[in-house]
């Protein structure tokens, strides 16, 4: 049974850094794509960066770009989210998800999804 199983989030002030993992189960990680969505409270849930399986290539949503990393470790079978330079605008419970495609796709297209990790970025 293919699973995610993210870890990491918590509360962190303003500016501050945070690593998330995604711990994959039931199939390997080279397989699928791969990506980190996140909803907020009261707002619909959006993707923020995908790994694609096919060329590894790494897409961002311009709201992350710069201040967010993804990178996958296959020997872990495990995907993290590197977030710096945060804000209170990304507070969010945050999940993996994937698509059962090597193509990076959207929110409605995602197959497979973890429980989240919440974070709260506050003073």
């Known amino acids: 049974q293919l699973q995610f199983v993210e870890s990491g989030g918590g509360l962190v002030q303003p500016g501050g850094s945070l690593r998330l993992s995604c711990i994959a189960s039931?199939?390997?990680?080279?397989?699928?794509?791969i990506g980190w969505f996140r909803q907020a409270p009261g707002k619909e849930r959006e993707g923020i960066t995908c790994i694609s399986s096919s060329d590894n290539r790494i897409y961002y949503a311009d709201s992350v770009k710069g201040r967010f990393t993804l990178s996958k470790d296959s020997a872990r079978n495990t995907v993290y989210l590197q977030m710096n330079s945060l804000q209170s605008d990304d507070t969010a419970i945050y999940y993996c998800a994937a698509p059962g495609s090597s193509m990076c796709l959207g929110v409605g297209s995602m197959d497979y999804w973890g429980k989240g990790t919440p974070v709260t970025v506050s003073s």
């Open positions: 039931g199939f390997t990680l080279d397989r699928y794509a």
